[in-house]
Each structure stands twice: as structure tokens, then as C-alpha cells.
């Protein structure tokens, strides 16, 4: 206590002093403005009631396999209403002195827009040894001011750690991350994920940074089963996985015998929460945009999938550590006005638009339905690439994850009736997504999960 008396006077001490010349020098000085700028009230810096931002956090430019410039790209976002942003480069971030071959017509195109829109002056070329023109990739530092606002918009620091088990893709956004992630390996999948969740979390630890990683895209090339994601052992905020990932070659809805990324979500919440005592896993919904200059099904385009994250105040920190609380819900184009979870109640309102309507399921497990998994016989006509070994998911009780109830219209309450291992609210539109994952998905939202106290 005593030190802490000590302190205060001294920073009390240390503020007069400074506040002092100032003070004499603000009267006394011909510096001073006449307008009215002199006598607008300073800015407050003081954190305000809670309110939602919308982001991506996974988006690829120039910096590794994106078609386009990052200024490109940020500028996309932020005309349209995103507030912030993860450039998640594989293996990479946007940092350092880097040259772009420009040398396809696709990259050209790209080229022509990003002098279009920033100026010539703004965008640096050269020519290589060989002849080859190259573009300078303006490192985060450089261009985020042309972007960045308070309250506005904000760049949040990431990377898709991109490791592999044998071909199998195994990647792991880490998001307000300080430095790189080395992908850390391992023995099987399973293991691999555990240690990249393990390194961010590390890192988040050492740096103070309320940091978080979200395995991406399970079905991509069929890598990762609800198997290799069940054991993850996670503190409370550091378990996320992509229920929905904008990328048209990940396969969200899966196949005939695999799963599809809402029913994982529903067996990994059933099977961690109700058997194995382990803490849930969030649902993110992302772009992983990587082309800006096609447009349409099949393209990798960005506007697809984002989350909401409920915070008072839109900096990295602020952000993540909403997410990590679990306070966000994805999104694919429906926007709730209100989300209220736990500790018996889930409820929800949906902002309504014109001539759309609205169906609200609460999608849950209840206790004493079947959790064991079955093995499957990997069906005669299943095609897998040649040098894919198949991966599958155990077969579940086609009880974990039912519709525990549907309300059509814009606002919706559940109360636990007592035997939910835990429930979660889906928002089915019926207004056609705009650009859509696949030809007639329309526009969607997922709660993250009530999960009911003294489990
Ligand atoms: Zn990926
Ligand atoms: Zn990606």
C-alpha cells in the first residue's frame, strides 16, 4: 500500500511540473490559434460504452499469395465498412525490404489499379538484373497511416502460420502477434495444431498482447477431422477454429461422409463440454481473400465471411481481448443488433432489411445423446487426389447439433431447459449472399455457444 501512496504522489508531483510551463506557455504564446480550433474540447481518451466493429482476420496480399497490393486491399475493406483488419501473409509478415515481380498479366492489372488509386509517386518500381519489373511491397509501418483512424479503422498483426503434416495443410492464424511464428511440427496433426496454438498462446503471455489463433479451413484438401481438433487442450479464449472460410476450395459444407464445418463445431462443443471436461471452441467466420482483381463464384474474393466483436474501443488489444471473451459473432451478411449470452438465457435481434426474412434456430446438444464416434468405411467411390492419404471423421449421433428450437422473425430468446450441454443461435436469411461461397448461399450469422454453468 505504502508504495503505492509513494507513487501516486510522485506521478501526481511529476504531472504538476509538467503541467505548469505548458500552462504559462499557452497563455503568453502568439502561437496560439484564433479560430475556433483553439477552443474545441480536447479529444477524450477514455474508453466509451461498448459498441460492434466488424473485421477480417485472414486476408492475403502481395506479401505472400494475395493477387494485390495490400494498399489495394486495405482500401477495399475500409470503403466498405470493415473497421479493422489482419493481413495474414503465410509465414510472413508485412514487414522488412521486399520486391515484387511483376510478371504475369494479372499482376500488371494490379499494378495499373494500385497506381490508379495511390498515385504513381506512391508506388515504387524498378527494373531487375534480368529485366524483370519489380514493385516495392510497402511494409505495415509505411502504409497503415493512410488507413488508420481512431475509431475508424485499424490494422491488427498476424500471420497464417502454414505448417504441413506430410501433404497434409495444417493452418493456424495467430492474430496480435508481436513477431513471426516459427510453425512448430510435429509428430501427427493433432500434436501440430496443439503446438502453434501453444507457441501464439506463448507469445501472448511473454508480450503482454491478449493474442488468439483460430485453425483455419479443417476441410481444406480434407487435412484436419474433428479427431485432431478434440483433444486440443486450451485455457478459455484460446480455442477457435473457422466455421466458415469465404475460400471456395475448402469444402465448409463437406461431402457425404465427412463432416461440414457447423456440424464439427456441434460435435467438438458436445464431445469437449459434455465427455472431456475441456473448454469450448469460438466460431470464427473469415474471407481468406487472396484475388482482388476477378470478380465472382469460384474467385477468392474478399466480402464473404467477417465477425463483430462487441468492444469499447477499437485498438488491437481492445479487439482481441473481446474476442477472446468469447464477445463477437460471425457473420456472412446478417447483422444482429443485439446478442446476449448466459448464464441461462440466449437471445438475439436481428437488424432487419427490407423484404428479407428471418429464420432463428438454436442448435444444441442435450445430455444422454450418444457421444461416441464410429468408425466409417471409406466409401468405394471416394476420389482423393493421388498423393492425399484419406482422412475422416468418426461417425456421430446424428443427435449432436439438432435444432432445439426455430423462430422466424427478428428477435429470439432460449432458455436452458436443463439438460443442454450447450446452445448456440444460427440466422438463416433469405437474402442471396452477393458474392457468395457457392452459387445460392444466402446470408447467415452464428452466436457463439451459452454454455450452461456448473458443468
Ligand atoms: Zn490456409
Ligand atoms: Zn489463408
Same mark, same amino acid.
Do not use: C
Given at each position: 500500500?505504502?508504495?503505492?501512496?509513494?507513487?501516486?504522489?510522485l506521478?501526481?508531483a511529476l504531472?504538476a511540473?509538467?503541467?505548469?510551463?505548458?500552462?504559462?506557455?499557452? =497563455?503568453?504564446? =502568439?502561437?496560439q490559434p484564433?479560430?475556433?480550433a483553439?477552443?474545441?474540447?480536447p479529444?477524450s481518451?477514455?474508453a466509451?460504452?461498448?459498441?460492434?466493429w466488424k473485421?477480417?482476420?485472414h486476408?492475403?496480399?502481395?506479401w505472400?499469395?494475395?493477387?494485390?497490393p495490400?494498399?489495394?486491399i486495405a482500401?477495399?475493406?475500409r470503403e466498405?465498412?470493415?473497421?479493422?483488419?489482419?493481413f495474414?501473409e503465410h509465414?510472413?509478415?508485412?514487414?522488412?525490404?521486399?520486391?515484387?515481380?511483376?510478371n504475369?498479366?494479372?499482376?500488371?492489372?494490379?499494378?495499373?489499379?494500385y497506381?490508379?488509386?495511390?498515385?504513381?509517386?506512391?508506388?515504387?518500381?524498378r527494373?531487375?538484373?534480368?529485366?524483370t519489373?519489380?514493385?516495392?511491397l510497402?511494409a505495415?509501418d509505411e502504409?497503415?497511416?493512410l488507413f488508420?483512424?481512431?475509431?475508424?479503422?485499424?490494422?491488427?498483426?498476424?500471420q497464417e502460420?502454414t505448417?504441413r503434416?506430410?501433404?497434409?495443410?495444417? =493452418?493456424? $492464424?495467430g492474430v496480435?502477434?508481436?513477431?513471426?511464428v516459427?510453425?512448430?511440427?510435429?509428430?501427427?496433426i493433432a500434436q501440430m495444431?496443439q503446438?502453434n496454438?501453444?507457441?501464439?498462446?506463448?507469445?501472448?503471455?511473454?508480450?503482454g498482447r491478449?493474442t488468439?489463433?483460430?485453425?483455419?479451413?479443417?476441410?481444406?484438401h480434407?487435412?484436419?477431422?474433428?479427431?485432431?481438433?478434440?483433444?486440443l487442450?486450451?485455457?478459455?479464449?484460446?480455442g477457435f477454429?473457422?466455421?466458415?472460410?469465404?475460400h471456395?476450395?475448402?469444402r $465448409?459444407?463437406?461431402d457425404?461422409t465427412?463432416?461440414?464445418?457447423?456440424?464439427?463445431?456441434d460435435?467438438?462443443?458436445a464431445?469437449?463440454?459434455?465427455?472431456?471436461?475441456l473448454?469450448?471452441?469460438?466460431?470464427?467466420?473469415?474471407?481468406?481473400?487472396h484475388?482482388?482483381?476477378r470478380?465472382?463464384v469460384g474467385e477468392?474474393?474478399?466480402?464473404?465471411?467477417?465477425i463483430?466483436?462487441?468492444?469499447?474501443?477499437?485498438?488491437?488489444d481492445?479487439?482481441s481481448?473481446?474476442?477472446?471473451?468469447?464477445?463477437?459473432?460471425a457473420?456472412?451478411?446478417?447483422?444482429l443488433?443485439?446478442?446476449?449470452v448466459g448464464?441461462?438465457t440466449?437471445?438475439?435481434?436481428?437488424e432487419?432489411q427490407p423484404?428479407v426474412?428471418?429464420?432463428?434456430e438454436?442448435?444444441?446438444?442435450?445430455?444422454?445423446?450418444?457421444?461416441a464416434?464410429?468408425?466409417?468405411e471409406?466409401?468405394?467411390?471416394a476420389?482423393?487426389?493421388?498423393?492425399e492419404?484419406w482422412r475422416?471423421?468418426? =461417425?456421430?449421433?446424428e443427435r449432436?447439433?439438432?435444432v432445439?428450437r426455430?423462430?422466424?422473425?427478428?428477435r429470439?430468446?432460449y432458455?436452458?431447459r436443463?439438460?443442454e450441454i450447450y446452445?448456440r443461435?444460427r440466422?438463416?436469411?433469405?437474402?442471396p449472399?452477393?458474392?457468395?461461397?457457392?452459387?445460392?448461399?444466402?446470408?447467415?450469422?452464428?452466436t457463439?455457444?451459452?454454455?450452461?454453468?456448473?458443468?
Amino acid at each position: 500500500m505504502r508504495t503505492t501512496t509513494v507513487a501516486a504522489t510522485l506521478v501526481a508531483a511529476l504531472v504538476a511540473a509538467l503541467a505548469l510551463p505548458g500552462a504559462v506557455l499557452a =497563455h503568453g504564446s =502568439h502561437a496560439q490559434p484564433k479560430d475556433g480550433a483553439a477552443s474545441a474540447p480536447p479529444p477524450s481518451y477514455v474508453a466509451g460504452a461498448p459498441r460492434w466493429w466488424k473485421g477480417n482476420t485472414h486476408t492475403h496480399s502481395w506479401w505472400s499469395d494475395g493477387d494485390s497490393p495490400p494498399e489495394t486491399i486495405a482500401a477495399w475493406y475500409r470503403e466498405r465498412g470493415w473497421h479493422f483488419l489482419v493481413f495474414s501473409e503465410h509465414n510472413r509478415m508485412a514487414e522488412g525490404e521486399s520486391w515484387y515481380p511483376v510478371n504475369t498479366d494479372q499482376k500488371r492489372d494490379a499494378l495499373a489499379l494500385y497506381r490508379t488509386q495511390f498515385g504513381s509517386e506512391w508506388v515504387v518500381e524498378r527494373t531487375a538484373a534480368d529485366g524483370t519489373p519489380e514493385v516495392k511491397l510497402k511494409a505495415l509501418d509505411e502504409f497503415r497511416t493512410l488507413f488508420e483512424a481512431p475509431g475508424q479503422f485499424a490494422f491488427i498483426k498476424g500471420q497464417e502460420i502454414t505448417d504441413r503434416f506430410f501433404e497434409h495443410p495444417v =493452418h493456424l $492464424n495467430g492474430v496480435n502477434l508481436e513477431k513471426l511464428v516459427i510453425p512448430q511440427g510435429g509428430d501427427s496433426i493433432a500434436q501440430m495444431i496443439q503446438r502453434n496454438v501453444d507457441a501464439v498462446v506463448e507469445q501472448g503471455r511473454r508480450t503482454g498482447r491478449p493474442t488468439f489463433v483460430h485453425v483455419n479451413h479443417p476441410n481444406f484438401h480434407y487435412a484436419i477431422t474433428v479427431e485432431d481438433l478434440l483433444p486440443l487442450k486450451v485455457t478459455k479464449g484460446d480455442g477457435f477454429f473457422e466455421v466458415y472460410n469465404g475460400h471456395p476450395g475448402v469444402r $465448409n459444407e463437406g461431402d457425404a461422409t465427412r463432416p461440414s464445418m457447423e456440424r464439427m463445431w456441434d460435435i467438438l462443443l458436445a464431445k469437449r463440454l459434455g465427455e472431456l471436461g475441456l473448454e469450448p471452441i469460438y466460431g470464427i467466420a473469415t474471407d481468406d481473400s487472396h484475388e482482388y482483381t476477378r470478380w465472382g463464384v469460384g474467385e477468392v474474393n474478399p466480402g464473404r465471411g467477417w465477425i463483430m466483436v462487441r468492444s469499447a474501443r477499437l485498438t488491437p488489444d481492445s479487439i482481441s481481448a473481446a474476442i477472446r471473451r468469447g464477445d463477437f459473432y460471425a457473420s456472412t451478411g446478417v447483422t444482429l443488433e443485439e446478442v446476449q449470452v448466459g448464464p441461462r438465457t440466449l437471445t438475439l435481434e436481428v437488424e432487419p432489411q427490407p423484404g428479407v426474412e428471418y429464420r432463428i434456430e438454436f442448435v444444441g446438444t442435450r445430455r444422454g445423446v450418444d457421444l461416441a464416434g464410429r468408425p466409417v468405411e471409406t466409401p468405394a467411390t471416394a476420389v482423393q487426389p493421388a498423393n492425399e492419404r484419406w482422412r475422416q471423421s468418426l =461417425h456421430y449421433d446424428e443427435r449432436i447439433g439438432t435444432v432445439l428450437r426455430t423462430v422466424n422473425g427478428t428477435r429470439a430468446s432460449y432458455e436452458l431447459r436443463g439438460d443442454e450441454i450447450y446452445v448456440r443461435a444460427r440466422v438463416v436469411s433469405t437474402k442471396p449472399h452477393p458474392n457468395p461461397y457457392r452459387a445460392g448461399d444466402v446470408e447467415m450469422a452464428w452466436t457463439q455457444p451459452l454454455v450452461p454453468p456448473m458443468r
